[in-house]
Structure formats: structure tokens, C-alpha cells
């Protein structure tokens, strides 16, 4: 299993079963992975270039096994076999393609940017969990990715994220979450507290009245 770095976000994988949290790590290593390729990449194709090179592995992993690449190995190991293709996973990568275009994002992008790769995600994990149709997968991961965009934007870049993040956030975490899909509820809960932080301003991760905000919703879905 890939052991995340946030103590937040393992205390939310905690909240998943044991048979679904390797798998969900792996998923959310993959997102974290491509987004360390736009965060360290200056020129659009070269970003392009590395993206490409990630979607051709993603979708080789259905017709043979993996290189020898941590992130590759533990999603043919522990999501592949989950009923997810390879192909499925490289979707996520068309989000973090919008964010190559060097003109100003506008909403239409941004809904295309947090539908494939929060909504991907979300979907994705959703399936892994076993969330229910009620479950409010897409708007949370919408959410999530734009909070997580808005987080790492300069200020005039960061408005439009932020109020989509907001709204799309406020939306998944009023609702009642089944048990098996709490911690992908846990995970809406921390981008919406994150994205209540002042522009600039680092999460106080695993200050005691995070946690308990989370702890809350594992006990009561909210």
C-alpha cells in the first residue's frame, strides 16, 4: 500500500474498508503524481509530453503488466483487479490537460478540468468503496479538485476555482454519506476546511478541531 504523507488524509483512508483502502491510496497517488508533473513542469509541452507517456502507460496496464514504476505496480495490484481498466484511470489525466492552456481558465474549463479529474477520481473510487447512488461522488470530487486548484492558484486565478469549489463543496458535504463511502465524504470535508484558510495560509493538519470534524462524519455521514 502507498502510504500517503498527510496524516488528514490517512485518517480518511482509515475510514474505508480494509479491502478498498490500498486501492483508494493507489488512485489518489496517481493524482498526486500528475499533479507534481504540472507543479514541476514550466513549459506546456514538455507537460503535455509527460502527461502523454502517463495516459499510454495507464492504458497498456489492461493488455500487459506493469514497469517497474511504484505507482503503475499498485494500481495493476490493487485497482485493476476491482473491475477498473487502465483506460478508465487515464481519463483523469484530460483535467490536468486543461491546465496546460496558458490563456486564463474560464468556467466551461474549469467544469471540464474538476469533472475529469475529481469527478474521475471520485467515480472511480466510488466503485472501488461500494458508494451508493446517493452517495454525492461527483459533486465532491468536482469540489475537491477545484479547492485543491484554488489552494495552489495566485489570488486573481484562484477567485472562480474557489467559488466553484465552494458551492460544489457545500452541496456534497450537507448530505448524509453511506458508511462505505465515508471517507471519500472525509476527503470533501478537508478541501472544504482547506479552502476556508485565507489565500496563503498552510492547513493546520490534524489541529484537534479538524479531526473532530471528520470524526464526526464518520460516525454520522454528515
Known amino acids: 500500500m502507498i502510504e500517503p504523507a498527510n496524516p488528514e488524509r490517512m485518517l480518511a483512508l482509515s475510514y474505508a474498508s480494509e479491502q478498498g483502502r490500498s486501492a483508494l491510496a493507489a488512485v489518489l497517488a496517481l493524482d498526486d503524481t500528475l499533479g ?7 513549459e506546456p509541452l514538455v507537460g503535455q509530453m509527460r502527461l502523454t507517456w502517463w495516459h499510454e502507460a495507464l492504458v497498456a496496464l489492461d493488455m500487459a503488466p506493469p514497469p517497474a514504476q511504484p505507482v503503475l505496480q499498485a494500481l495493476a495490484a490493487e485497482v485493476l483487479p476491482r473491475g477498473i481498466s487502465g483506460a478508465t484511470l487515464a481519463g483523469m489525466i ?10 486564463p481558465l474560464t468556467r466551461p474549463g474549469l467544469e471540464a478540468y474538476a469533472a475529469a479529474r475529481g469527478g474521475g477520481l471520485f467515480a472511480v473510487a466510488g466503485q472501488i468503496l461500494g458508494a451508493t447512488a446517493r452517495d454525492p461522488l461527483a ?7 477545484l479547492a485543491d486548484l484554488a489552494r495552489h492558484a495566485r489570488d ?20 448524509r454519506w ?3 463511502a465515508r471517507a471519500l465524504g472525509a476527503l ?11 489565500s ?23
Do not use: N
Open 94 to 103: 484530460d483535467g490536468w490537460e486543461v491546465l496546460l492552456d496558458p490563456d
Open 139 to 145: 459533486a465532491a470530487g468536482a469540489g475537491w479538485a
Open 36 to 42: 507534481q508533473i504540472l507543479r514541476t513542469t514550466r
Open 156 to 175: 486573481a486565478a484562484a477567485r472562480l476555482p474557489a467559488e466553484m469549489a465552494a458551492t460544489a463543496l457545500a452541496d456534497a458535504t450537507r448530505q
Open 188 to 198: 470533501a470535508h478537508i478541501a472544504r476546511m482547506d479552502l476556508s484558510l485565507p
Open 178 to 180: 453511506s458508511p462505505a
Open 200 to 222: 496563503g495560509v498552510s492547513p493546520p493538519v490534524g489541529a484537534p478541531r479538524r479531526v473532530g470534524r471528520l470524526a464526526w462524519h464518520r460516525f454520522t455521514g454528515r
